[in-house]
């Protein structure tokens, strides 16, 4: 197949098509370099532009304060999941995590190699929701308070960050980075892997606070320690110099094509609030896992009433070149995720299909919720 489809895979994710065609054209060779980006050195002049570019751009997209360090790393954002509290925590210090869904769960059981661990709030054991401010139970003292912005599985995301009682906030902000602005103010830390929003799998872009860069433990191996990447300027070993590239195409098309950050997300609440407003006037046919003021902006979570109806609406979906929206085996049904690079028609698409789907099984001209058809049925 050479046509494109609609993407709504969870990750590795749609990329702009704008910037696949530049990656496309310019592979074999960079324009006045005469080598291809996957051959030049991370030491050459030409990748120091690329790297200096793409920091300039990111803390410009972000408004990110001066006092705090970018890291372009590797690894994903499990491996921050180690990272974090190997640098932040030990003998004798507490960090707090928030469990929202799949990926806090992962986190929180890193971090317990390193230290103590208290729960401040558990959304378990169906995770539709993120807390209250006033269900938190944050103890005094903490390190930090961990959350996940936005859980990929669930759906779930914050509009807000969480109280957090004084400690700084640590964010894995994987699968809603670059899609709305960040609040410095109580922000210690925020990672993210690339392949949602930022490019291809290969790159984990950290931005830490100094104030907390100098709080980490001594000792570390050099590989697993913020200052020691910081220091050699996210050139410690060989960085992931083909996904920083494509990283630096993506902030420009954000300011170029997209208008900026606010226009951007502006974009992805459009592309949101349309296929949510759909799910809910379905009149039952279609139901969404995550509470309405949980739900996530990237990552749509819905299904129909019996699973042999959610397997012919992926088939049937499939074919129409709608592709990936199976969800994941712990959640079930679908999940359609309207990542920044998703255009508007793909939502359109997706939405003019679950309607017609819906249409020919609840064949109810009032639109009542009447027990819909079995698959096959209608």
Known sequence: MTERVFNFSAGPAVMPLPVLKEVQRDLVALPGVGMSILEISHRSPWFDDILAEAEENLRRILEIPSDYRVLFLQGGAQLQFSMVPINLLGPGRRAEYLLTGSWGKKAMAEAKREGDVHVAWNGKPDYVRVPRDGELDIQPGAE?????????????????????????????????????????????????????????????????????????????????????????????????????????????WIEREMGGLAALARFNREKA??????????????????????????????????????????????????????????????????????????????????????????????????????????
């Open 144 to 252: 930090y308070l961990h959350y996940t912005s936005n859980e990929t599985i669930e759906g779930v995301q914050f509009v807000v960050p969480p109280a957090s009682a004084g400690a700084p906030l640590v964010c894995d902000a994987s699968s809603d980075f670059l899609s709305a602005s960040v609040d410095w103010e109580r922000m210690g830390l925020l990672y993210a892997c690339a392949q949602k929003n930022a490019g291809p799998a290969g790159m984990t872009v950290v931005v830490i606070q100094d104030q907390l860069l100098a709080r980490r433990r001594d000792g570390l191996h050099s590989m697993l320690d913020f200052r020691a990447h910081a220091e050699a300027g996210s050139r410690l070993n060989t960085p992931p110099v083909f996904a920083i590239y494509v990283f630096l195409l993506i902030t420009r």
């Open 273 to 378: 609030e349309m296929l949510y407003r759909l799910l809910d006037d379905s009149g039952g046919f279609y139901s969404t896992h995550a509470e309405r003021a949980s739900r996530s902006v990237m990552n749509v979570t819905f299904r129909t009433a019996t699973e042999d109806l959610d397997r012919e609406l992926l088939q049937r979906a499939d074919r129409r070149g709608l592709a990936q929206l199976k969800g994941h085996r712990s959640v079930g049904g679908m999940r359609a995720s309207l990542y920044n690079a998703l255009p508007q028609a793909g939502v359109e698409a997706l939405c003019d299909f679950l309607e017609e789907f819906r249409s020919e099984h609840q064949r109810d001209p009032v639109g009542s919720a009447r027990p819909v058809a079995t698959a096959g049925a209608g």
